[in-house]
């Protein structure tokens, strides 16, 4: 079985610029989060949808976005880029996506910013 | 503060040798612990997942102790290979009713590297 996969796997914008990144859950999930990992940091939460609803949002402007489709299958959208959104972008998929399920990830899309 | 400390920052070590990584952290309430490995470039892949009633839980050569009294776990690593050369994350889930994966506090992790 095919585990979580992203689209695309590098990306190079430059500033002001928006982007769209790809996520397919591991088949049977129903639950998408997505992650901003700079090198060097542990992950940082950006938004779970479960069931095409929004169940959870982290501390990022609202320059980012995101859906969850009638698939499961998930887009963060990221507006105005800047310098600072150059980082590793993770997705992972759950059953149910509580907090008490264990997580899949991808291997993410490197987003360099210019 | 919700919080999850990792130590060392990083750490090389000599093939086939052992090595203890460490993780406090300050998470309340507690869920569950669990210890990722992420390769470089690569997305962080599960290793173990430690509820409060488990002290300790191996997967391999990778063995996870959990002391909730101290809030402190320790992932030990036998023989190391080459291919431990990676990131170890600690993450600690603070919800024990379900909640969000929001509710996942991840450390910023160790550098492993295993020098031939």
């Known amino acids: 079985d095919a585990g979580v996969t992203q689209s695309p796997t590098h990306l190079i914008k430059t500033r002001g610029q928006h982007v769209t990144l790809r996520c397919s859950p591991i088949?049977?999930?129903?639950?998408v989060s997505w992650y901003q990992q700079v090198l060097g940091q542990g992950p940082q939460f950006i938004f779970q949808?479960?069931?095409?609803?929004?169940?959870g949002r982290g501390n990022f402007p609202d320059r980012f976005s995101a859906r969850q489709f009638p698939n499961y299958s998930s887009e963060l959208n990221v507006n105005a880029l800047l310098l600072g959104d150059s980082a590793l972008y993770l997705c992972?998929?759950?059953?149910?996506?509580?907090?008490?399920?264990?997580?899949?990830f991808g291997d993410g899309t490197r987003l360099s910013i210019l | 503060k919700n919080q999850v400390e990792q130590s060392p920052q990083s750490l090389i070590i000599l093939e086939g040798k052992n090595c203890t990584l460490q993780?406090?952290?300050?998470?309340?309430?507690?869920?569950?612990l669990r210890w990722y490995k992420q390769d470089t470039g690569r997305g962080p892949v599960s290793l173990t997942i430690?509820?409060?009633?488990?002290n300790t839980k191996s997967n391999g050569r990778y063995t996870a102790t959990l002391d909730a009294d101290t809030k402190q776990s320790s992932l030990h690593i036998t023989a190391s290979q080459l291919s431990d050369s990676a990131s170890y994350i600690c993450?600690?889930?603070?919800?024990?009713?379900?909640?969000?994966?929001?509710?996942?506090?991840f450390g910023k992790g160790t550098k492993l590297s295993v020098k031939p």
């Open positions: 949808y479960y069931e095409k609803e929004e169940r």
């Open positions: 088949s049977g999930h129903k639950s």
């Open positions: 430690m509820t409060f009633s488990e």
């Open positions: 993450v600690v889930s603070r919800s024990p009713y379900g909640g969000s994966q929001g509710n996942l506090i």
């Open positions: 992972a998929s759950s059953l149910t996506g509580t907090s008490n399920q264990p997580q899949h």
């Open positions: 993780c406090n952290y300050t998470v309340s309430p507690f869920s569950n």
